[in-house]
């Protein structure tokens, strides 16, 4: 787009120099439209949102048709304020420590990791998602350096020490008992803010 | 993860999360979301960026200064991708049938051959980064080819591996297989292009070709899970692609 923009600016700047002052603005005009044009399908570009209509067919099929749980009242807890925070990480990338035992496959339970912990292996059951940005840096799917760095930066108040994990292609609902019992960890380890991050 | 999100928060935690589709957030309503257009594996966004990832987390916390709730907001900047999909997918038209894996032994040794080339980069790759993801199958780098040609010659082996079944062992070498090419890769040429990586390891690289001959089997197969397997896009990557494996409905989901 911007080498576009470039070739115009030069183009005008020619028919500017070989143009009287007179006709500059209607000899500009259709170049001027071209770059208005430009402008709006850059921006609505940069805006545009991926949707499920847009995605090809067997991924949209299946999103689409997956049945999503619904919640009557939904919770809401009122936040502590950002330099009382203990953060903890809920990821459903199917990470554990290695040596732990792998996730199944619709795998309702959890595993647990130190905030220490950086040998993590993946064990989740789909392969939709990319897979090489966590090889490169961990952080991209669980900021533990990052929330660090914050912690002593005092944007929050402490990184947990228990970080937790599940199989994000099982169904939530299923989860339930395991994430409740997740959240009596965190709250005897003063936990009061999750972090979730889906893979 | 919208509905892990309602569980904590009843249990009087609050909670934010970052979501890839924006109509699920949308309908499940967490108390707090922040949509994110990124490709899906990439919840921080760039790997190796500490500010865009701090950026992220810094826009995901915001939101529990919003009083009331739930509220959903979109993440100010994108990470395109590609005709709509969110990871890499083979192309349609590269299916392999039985009639094209030849001799599986020398397909296996050309693996061998290739992963040997490769080892002293992953080597270095795994010492730069103090860490390799490769190794959640627990089976040695010597034996992955092997093991998953045994699968190509219409057996299915005893799991060397005490607790876990040979198939769902299985599914774990083929993804330690890829693991270490791309880790290697990304590192060795400092690359970081999920598209690009998809496209050298399933359609260029030999241990691309032994797993696309493991799908041709596995179509044929006997074996409901194997079977389901590739139904699934649980091996190939074949997702994100523009109608289902030929022979298959993509019924499996």
Known sequence: MWGWLCFWAVFIGFRITETSNQQILLALSPYIFQLYTSLFG????????????????VGRGFISDLQLPTFEYPAWTKPVPANQRRVSIVSTAAVSRRGDKPFSWLAKDHRTFHK???????????VEFDRSAWQQ????????????????????????????????AADPVTMEKSARAVADQMKQEGVNTVFLIPI | MCGLAHYFESEGLSTVLVGFVREHMEAIKPARGLFLDFPMGRGMGKPNDPEFQKKVIRAAFDLFDVETGPVLEDFPETIPVRDGRMGYALPPELVLSTSDIGDVDSLVAEVQAEMDALL??????????????????????????????????????????????????????????????????????????????????????????????????????????????????????????EGPLPGTSAAGW
Request: charged letters at 30%; glycine letters at 6%; zero cysteines.
């Open chain 1, 42 to 57: 850059y921006f609505l570009e940069k805006f545009k949102v991926t949707r499920i209509s847009e995605m090809p067919a």
């Open chain 1, 116 to 126: 220490n912990d950086r040998d993590l292996v993946m064990t989740h059951v789909a």
């Open chain 1, 137 to 168: 840096d961990l952080n991209v799917i669980i900021p533990l350096d990052r929330l660090e760095e914050m912690a002593q930066d005092g944007e929050i108040g402490s990184v947990a020490d228990e970080h937790y994990s599940f199989m994000g």
């Open chain 2, 120 to 241: 002293p980069d992953f080597e270095a790759a795994a010492a730069s980064r103090g860490r390799t993801t490769v190794g959640a199958s627990e089976l040695a780098l010597k034996d992955f080819a092997p093991f998953i040609s045994e699968f190509i010659r219409g057996e299915i082996p005893k799991s060397p591996r005490k607790g876990l079944p040979a198939i769902p062992l299985l599914k774990l070498v083929v993804e330690d297989l890829e693991a270490y090419y791309t880790e290697t890769r990304t590192h060795r040429d400092g690359i970081d292009d999920l598209e690009l990586m998809g496209k050298w390891f399933w359609e260029e690289t030999k241990a691309g070709r032994l797993l696309l001959s493991l799908e041709a089997i596995s179509i044929v197969s006997d074996n409901k899970v194997m079977l389901q397997i590739v139904e699934m896009s649980l091996m190939a990557p074949r997702f994100w692609s």
